[in-house]
T-cell receptor, first 115, second 113 residues
Framework: DGGITQSPKYLFRKEGQNVTLSCEQN?????MYWYRQDPGQGLRLIYY???????QKGDIAEGYSVSREKKESFPLTVTSAQKNPTAFYLC??????????????FGSGTQLSVL | GQQLNQSPQSMFIQEGEDVSMNCTSS?????WLWYKQDPGEGPVLLIA?????ELTSNGRLTAQFGITRKDSFLNISASIPSDVGIYFC?????????????FGKGTHLIIQP
C-alpha cells in the first residue's frame, strides 16, 4: 500500500536533548512538509522540501532542522534550542512542487512530549 | 500572512442532525481543501474545491467554494457517530503551491447519543 509512514508514534525528549522524527513516503511525491499541531490550533508549517537536497523554512522553523537526502525520506530533528517542543508533529507530501491546486496527504503523526 | 477564521470552534449535536461549518479569509484563495482528523491521527482529505461557486459532494458531505473566493462551507447531512472528529479547512492562494496552504483552527464535532 502506498502512503506516508511516520515513526515513532510517541516520543519523549529530555532537557537538552535532540530528537529525530522519521517520515517516509512511497507515493513518489516530489514535495514533503513538516507541520506542528498544538491543541485547538491550526497546522503551522515548520519546513518543506520541493526536491531532493533542497529545503525551505516555514513559519516556525526556529529550533528545528531537516534533511532531504532521498526523495522518499524527510526526517525532522527537534533540537535543544526548541524550548517548547511538546506537540503533535505531522509529515505530509504532495505530488509536485509549487503547483497551484496541490493537495496535501498526511502521515499519522508523532506525539512528542518533554520529560 | 493569510488569516483564516473557521467557525464554529466546536459543535455538540444529536445523531441524525445536519451540520454546517465555514471558513472565511481576509484574502482571496484559488483552492479550498477540507480535511477530517480523528484523535491521534493525521488529517484525511475530504473534498477539494478549485473554482468560485463550485459545489462538490462526497457521500453525505457537501462543500462549496464561495463566490467571493474568500470563504468556503462544509455541510454534513444526517450525522452518524463516525463523523466525530476535527474538521479543518485550508486555503491556497494563487501560485502558492502546497507550501502556500493556510489552515483554519478546526471545528470539533461531537455527537451526543
Amino acid at each position: 500500500d502506498g502512503g506516508i509512514t511516520q515513526s515513532p508514534k510517541y516520543l519523549f525528549r529530555k532537557e537538552g536533548q535532540n530528537v529525530t522524527l522519521s517520515c517516509e513516503q512511497n507515493l513518489n511525491h516530489d514535495a514533503m512538509y513538516w507541520y506542528r499541531q498544538d491543541p485547538g490550533q491550526g497546522l503551522r508549517l515548520i519546513y518543506y522540501s520541493q526536491i531532493v537536497n533542497d529545503f525551505q523554512k516555514g513559519d516556525i522553523a526556529e529550533g528545528y532542522s531537516v534533511s532531504r537526502e532521498k526523495k522518499e525520506s524527510f526526517p525532522l530533528t527537534v533540537t535543544s534550542a526548541q524550548k517548547n517542543p511538546t506537540a503533535f508533529y505531522l509529515c505530509a507530501s504532495s505530488i509536485k512542487r509549487r503547483l497551484t491546486n496541490e493537495k496535501l496527504f498526511f502521515g499519522s503523526g508523532t506525539q512528542l512530549s518533554v520529560l | 500572512g493569510q488569516q483564516l477564521n473557521q467557525s464554529p470552534q466546536s459543535m455538540f449535536i444529536q445523531e441524525g442532525e445536519d451540520v454546517s461549518m465555514n471558513c472565511t479569509s481576509s484574502s482571496i484563495f484559488n483552492t479550498w481543501l477540507w480535511y477530517k482528523q480523528d484523535p491521534g491521527e493525521g488529517p484525511v482529505l475530504l473534498i477539494a474545491l478549485y473554482k468560485a461557486g463550485e459545489l462538490t459532494s462526497n457521500g453525505r458531505l457537501t462543500a462549496q467554494f464561495g463566490i467571493t473566493r474568500k470563504d468556503s462551507f462544509l455541510n454534513i447531512s444526517a450525522s452518524i457517530p463516525s463523523d466525530v472528529g476535527i474538521y479543518f479547512c485550508a486555503g491556497q492562494y494563487s501560485g502558492g503551491g502546497a507550501d502556500g496552504l493556510t489552515f483554519g483552527k478546526g471545528t470539533h464535532l461531537i455527537i451526543q447519543p
